[in-house]
């Protein structure tokens, strides 16, 4: 591991990096990179894409191209110009050590320590942070850790420790909009004070877009809540299943919730479907009874075919062929039916 963390002072830097002065205090502070120093938004594509391939390779090698965050790096900067160690923790793998450290050196990002993921780690943010901030920097005091707001689990592990720390949401401008950077303390309605990052030239707006944050509940919370209500989504889905007398669904507890919701918005929708048969059936009936039984026939064996699908994986592969509608629910029927031979 120690392999990751020589002491780096750039040289061939753009932008001056500040010497260092002698420590004054046992202040570290510690900052993540992609996403927070470095701006990734670029090379999303290659782990979110329609083909839903994540190529981790391509997305950790496109990241010398990436944008830095200006503001933070001078801040950074400004830290160690008071003594303070600036440590750099990254989940990003140790096989683009190279490019990392010259991305470092041209947008000068003056380091005490590089700590890059060391390949084949495949922890939570979280663990992999944790575990090498508490095997080399016990006792040292966290003045910030700066943090993706992806990582939120980064920020319950700091919470936990009160520590405080920083998150920074995707897309909080470019390069350009990026000159000025603050970070304003925000007491949330949920009583958990933030210090949020802003930027930009408009900072006439800062005060209306902290009283906005002011009303809502911490990114913490806020993931709370949302957890619950998902959680209350997917146990009133398992309900409604086995009052229908639909078997339980097989795969991990969050694919089986995931695909509860699902396969309750198919039967929903079929539940419109039959109550529309019900409605033309006199009708239908009367105008031509052999392909309206064959359609009766189709619809019954498709339905019966549905309720055997007990993966929840084939619910979720499904999903976007699932709408809770009449239409939705006679396509997702002529779908199965002419799939299986049922008409
Ligand atoms: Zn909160």
Not at 106 to 134: C, Q, S, T
Not at 309 to 327: C, Y
Request: aromatic share 8%.
């Amino acid at each position: 591991m120690s392999d990751y963390c020589p002491v780096h002072l750039p040289t061939a830097a753009l932008f001056p990096v500040p010497s260092r002065t002698m420590p004054v205090s046992d202040e570290i502070v510690i900052c993540g990179l992609d996403g927070v120093l470095a701006l990734l938004e670029h090379r999303l594509r290659f782990l979110y894409n329609e083909e839903g391939e994540r190529d981790w390779d391509r997305f950790h090698a496109a990241c010398g191209e990436d944008m830095p965050n200006l503001p933070l790096i001078h801040r950074l900067n400004q830290a160690r110009q008071e003594g303070v160690a600036v440590i750099l923790v990254t989940g990003r793998s140790a096989t683009v050590e190279r490019e990392t450290r010259d991305w470092l050196a041209r947008w000068g990002v003056g380091h005490d320590a590089l700590w890059m993921r060391p390949p084949g780690d495949f922890n939570p943010a979280a663990k992999y942070k944790g575990a090498l901030i508490e095997q080399h920097y016990a006792g040292r005091k966290i003045r910030r850790v700066y943090e993706s707001a992806q990582h939120l689990d980064v920020a319950r592990w700091c919470t936990e420790r009160s520590i405080p720390c920083t998150l920074f949401g995707p897309n909080q401008g470019n390069g350009a909009t990026r000159e000025i950077f603050d970070l304003k303390r925000v007491a949330h309605a949920c009583e958990h004070v933030t210090l949020y990052p802003f930027y930009g030239d408009d900072d006439y707006a800062w005060d209306d877009r902290a009283g906005q944050l002011a009303q809502g509940a911490c990114l913490l919370c806020a993931d709370d809540e949302a957890r619950a209500e998902r959680e209350q989504k997917a146990a009133e889905a398992k309900l409604a299943a086995r009052e229908r007398g639909l078997p339980p669904l097989e795969g991990s507890e969050k694919q089986v919730a995931w695909a509860e919701g699902v396969r309750l918005s198919a039967f929903s929708a079929i539940d419109k479907v039959n109550r529309w048969i019900e409605q033309n059936d006199a009708a239908a009936e009367a105008e031509d009874p052999d392909h309206w039984h064959t359609v009766k026939q189709g619809i019954r064996k498709a339905t019966a075919w549905l309720e055997e699908q007990t993966e929840a994986k084939w619910w979720i592969d499904h999903r976007h062929g699932i709408m809770n509608s009449l239409d939705g629910g006679r396509a997702l029927l002529s779908a199965v039916a002419e799939r299986e031979g049922f008409f």
